[in-house]
Nanobody
Framework: QVQLVESGGGLVQPGQSLRLSCTASGKAFSRDALSWHRQAPGKQRELVAR???????VYADSVKGRFTISRDSARNTLYLLMNSLKPEDTAVYYC?????????WGQGTQVTVSS
């Protein structure tokens, strides 16, 4: 059974940084695509960043230059380094693993940016 567990969320002030982690069990990352999405209250879930199966990176315009997605295949862990955080980055952040047959989601981790 594939499970994804996110960690690293919390409450920070504007301008500060956080690093989210997503550790997978039950399946090695292999060449699967991996993503971070977020969902703010009253809004739809949106893509934040993705590592495509070929390795190229995709970022939402709102986070380009501030967020960095990366993976550690040896640890089966996906990361999202978030710098220069803004109040509008406040949301629940979810990682996902995209296989040919289905998409697996983590339970989410809350990020709150507030002074």
């Amino acid at each position: 059974q594939v499970q994804l567990v996110e960690s690293g969320g919390g409450l920070v002030q504007p301008g500060q940084s956080l690093r989210l982690s997503c550790t997978a069990s039950g399946k090695a990352f292999s060449r699967d695509a991996l993503s971070w999405h977020r969902q703010a209250p009253g809004k739809q879930r949106e893509l934040v960043a993705r590592i495509r199966s070929g390795g190229s990176l995709v970022y939402a315009d709102s986070v380009k230059g501030r967020f960095t997605i990366s993976r550690d295949s040896a640890r089966n862990t996906l990361y999202l380094l978030m710098n220069s955080l803004k109040p509008e980055d406040t949301a629940v952040y979810y990682c996902s693993l995209h296989t040919p047959s289905r998409v697996y989601w983590g339970q989410g981790t809350q990020v709150t940016v507030s002074s």
